[in-house]
């Protein structure tokens, strides 16, 4: 599945990510020019909770899906990796073995940075340790407000506010409406609703009562946003 080059649209992706954008054009340089490509089709594993750390990763098309095992022996999943984003730098630092799995969802398509070349590239550029402070700073903000939101908001704000996001990364403009959003990453509720740590049965009855205030569609190709104002209303209005 590996090819040697990005194609136009997964080097957009990467270029236009919001961390890798704001590097120096030299540094964006040097960690394209030591990167290799790999490809992958849904569900296949890119990397195993427990294997060393031999390389940083961006995902470039579709995404990846970090999850864990629980004791049961279901998997949980964590978060979703889209377009854009790096990850997996923090074993990069410590050399600790990967703490969770990662799985293509979708066709996907991942760039990646040797371990060595990595600290060949921190050695030269002494820029890329202040901008991967500042990423796990943005981690660290992030992930403080989904434990907020987790703690002190109903499902139905948690919803719309992970509707909202899933639009701003994936949203996908409706040919005939064009103030209509498909959401292109493709999740079961039952997925939606371990990002949102909730059952799938309560997630399903949020999405009913959405679909009937008309704020969403409800497809079998999955979920399409008619009223992203609806939807930030909804989430603003719990934090009231």
């Known amino acids: 599945m590996d090819d040697p080059i990005l194609t136009i649209e997964e080097?957009?992706?990467i270029n236009s990510g919001r961390w890798f954008s704001s590097l120096s054009p030299s540094l964006r340089h040097d960690i394209l020019r030591c990167a290799f490509v790999r490809r992958y089709k849904d569900g296949d594993l890119i990397a195993a909770r427990g294997d060393p750390p031999e390389s940083w990763i961006a995902c470039a098309k579709g995404a990846v899906?970090?999850?864990?095992?629980?004791?049961?022996?279901?998997?949980?999943?964590?978060?979703?990796v889209e377009p854009g984003i790096w990850f997996g730098d923090v074993s990069m630092f410590d050399g600790d073995r990967r703490t969770h799995d990662a799985y293509a969802h979708g066709e996907t398509t991942i760039l990646c940075v040797a371990r060595a070349d990595f600290q060949k590239i921190l050695a030269s550029h002494i820029e890329l340790y202040e901008a991967l402070m500042r990423l796990q700073a943005r981690r660290i903000?992030?992930?403080?407000?989904?434990?907020?939101?987790?703690n002190t908001l109903p499902l139905r704000a948690r919803l719309a506010k992970q509707l909202i996001h899933l639009v701003r990364s994936y949203g996908i403009?409706?040919?005939?409406?064009?103030?209509?959003?498909?959401?292109?990453?493709h999740l079961a509720q039952e997925e939606l609703a371990q990002l949102l740590g909730a059952s799938r049965q309560r997630v399903n009855?949020?999405?009913?009562?959405m679909e009937?205030?008309?704020?969403?569609?409800?497809?079998?190709?999955g979920l399409?946003?008619?009223?992203?104002a609806a939807l930030m209303r909804i989430s603003e209005a719990a934090e009231q």
């Open 11 to 13: 080097r957009e992706a």
């Open 65 to 80: 899906r970090v999850s864990s095992t629980a004791v049961s022996g279901k998997q949980v999943t964590l978060t979703y």
């Open 141 to 150: 903000r992030t992930l403080f407000g989904l434990v907020e939101d987790l």
């Open 173 to 185: 403009p409706n040919l005939a409406d064009g103030s209509q959003m498909r959401i292109g990453l």
């Open 205 to 209: 009855q949020e999405l009913k009562q």
């Open 212 to 221: 009937r205030e008309e704020a969403i569609r409800i497809e079998p190709a």
């Open 224 to 228: 399409v946003v008619l009223d992203r």
